[in-house]
């Protein structure tokens, strides 16, 4: 038998195991997927079967002649194809289909074309904090520059459907770490100097339906840059933790409550002797602080504390954790705290922990991290646990697992990301996160991320399930 070229894809009978005609003649081919008759083919190619495609093409099965379908990926090739239903599915090094921008990964119609423009987010850098408003967007913050390719500094806010809002950008002069959001106002708390064109040191308040920075302004005409690490809202009540030393007109260490109409600091004075206050939670008539501290409202008190909300002193409730407590979520009598400890409430747990309300103990439930918790969000009677780990509960799960309340088992729920995940928000039946991270579950994705609760997601939010969640 004489030899016969074919440039890139091939077809062999499986009967006699000879090289049939069917000839595309596509050069360079990374990824073949079938549907019925049509062949589609992924690759880095500029040109399959005379005609002009780039890096896609769909073949006819039978012929081998290339069909009028023409996605026209951009930039490098189409690496990986699956087809579910109606759409194709292709993944690579490209950066959009047609005019739609994609980031490496498009979802394709079979019959038109036209690859579907499911928001993705991208953050050029770490995002430290998300809050979700009342009417489902999200605010975020941390150290970006750029959301999308375009100019947000330090703070954005993104629609419920995940597309950027570009008509809402403060901008900030240096990182936003915190936030809280109020009924009409965002709280935004970090290392700034500016926000929006506005002299603020650390802490401001921003409309949520403008952006625009308002006249409330706590730190004043501080003479250093004051850095506010962690917020929490209650009521007219504004709780601020971080690096300062004065706050609302007074003298604060490190740890203030401020009036939010006023701006004035409130007789609640904890004084904590660090400045790594982290996380700042409220229930009921106790604030929970954690941080780096060793004494707070007038107690002894390693790196968790209860404080009571009227007088700032530390109740009796004392766990006691031997490192840096980072993140705090309470659901009724139990507080859950996350960080770098490995003994807390009298037990050895490693980055996890649920302690009793009321003795400091810490409970039975041990999911058994390997690495450490950085931010908790409670959704849906489950514990959203973000941070550095590689493993939860004997499972795998990479810096992202939901855990049972009950069992303490993390649920089948998978989405693995790349590196920390340091903030958590949900929309909807959409988590929002954001981190260090440049990929989960293998596709591109900057800093930040949505992902379906119901399943996991592929692209955007239009997903394809892979793993569902358990009851």
């Known amino acids: 038998m004489s030899a016969q070229t074919r440039y890139g894809a091939a077809a062999f009978d499986l009967t006699t195991n000879l090289l049939n005609a069917w000839n595309p003649n596509t050069p360079t081919v990374y990824a073949l997927a079938a549907n019925g008759n049509t062949i589609y083919i992924g690759g880095d190619f500029g040109d399959a079967g005379g005609q002009l495609r780039s890096r896609i093409a769909a073949v006819d ?234 004494t707070i409202g007038g107690q002894t008190r390693y790196r968790l504390a209860a404080l009571d909300a009227v007088t700032g002193l530390a109740t009796a409730w004392n766990p006691t954790a031997n490192q840096r407590v980072l993140s705090i979520a309470v659901s009724g009598d139990t507080v859950y705290a996350g960080g770098y400890f490995s003994t807390i409430g009298g037990s050895g747990r490693q980055g996890l922990a649920a302690l009793d309300a009321n003795t400091g103990f810490a409970t039975n439930w041990d999911p058994g991290l390997d690495g450490s918790a950085l931010t908790l969000l409670l959704a849906d009677s489950k514990l959203i646990v973000g941070g550095g780990f590689s493993h939860i509960g004997g499972e795998a799960r990479s810096d992202l697992a939901i855990v049972d309340l009950v069992s303490g088992t993390p649920t089948s729920w998978i989405a693995n990301f790349d590196n920390s995940v340091t903030a958590l928000a949900v929309s909807g039946n959409t988590l929002f996160t954001g981190g260090q991270f440049a990929k989960i579950n293998g596709l591109d994705r900057q800093n930040i991320a949505a992902l379906s609760l119901d399943s996991i997601f592929s692209d955007g939010f239009d997903t394809t399930p892979l793993a569902a969640p358990s009851e």
């Not at 690496?79 to 292709?90: F, H, K, M, Q």
């Not at 950027?164 to 009409?184: C, E, F, I, M, R």
């Not at 006249?215 to 004051?226: E, H, K």
């Open 61 to 294: 099965a039978t012929t081998g002649a290339v069909t009028a379908w023409d996605p026209n990926a951009e930039y490098y090739g189409v690496e990986a194809l699956a087809v579910s239903g109606s759409i194709v599915l292709a993944g690579g090094l490209f950066t959009g289909v047609g005019e739609i921008l994609t980031g490496g990964f498009a979802r394709i119609d079979a019959s038109t074309a036209i690859a579907a423009s499911t928001p993705k987010v991208y953050a050029n850098a770490w995002v430290y904090s998300m809050q979700t408003q009342a009417d489902g967007n999200v605010v975020v913050g941390g150290n970006f520059t750029s959301v999308d390719g375009i100019a947000r500094r330090y703070i954005a806010r993104l629609h419920a459907d995940g597309t950027l809002d570009s008509g809402w950008h403060p901008d900030a002069d240096s990182a936003v770490y915190s936030l809280a959001v109020g009924s009409d106002t965002i709280y935004a708390g970090g290392n700034f100097n500016h926000l929006g064109d506005q002299l603020r040191h650390g802490i401001a308040a921003v409309d949520i339906a403008s952006g625009v920075v308002t006249a409330w302004d706590p730190a004043g005409s501080l003479s250093y840059s004051a850095s506010v690490t962690t917020l929490g809202l209650s009521g007219t009540t504004l709780y601020a933790g971080g690096f300062f030393s004065q706050m609302g007109g007074a003298s604060r260490h490190n740890l203030a409550a401020i009036n939010t109409a006023t701006a004035q600091a409130t007789p609640w004075n904890p004084q904590p002797n660090n400045f790594f206050v982290d996380a700042i939670v409220i229930s009921g008539s106790t604030i929970y602080i954690g941080g780096d501290f060793n």
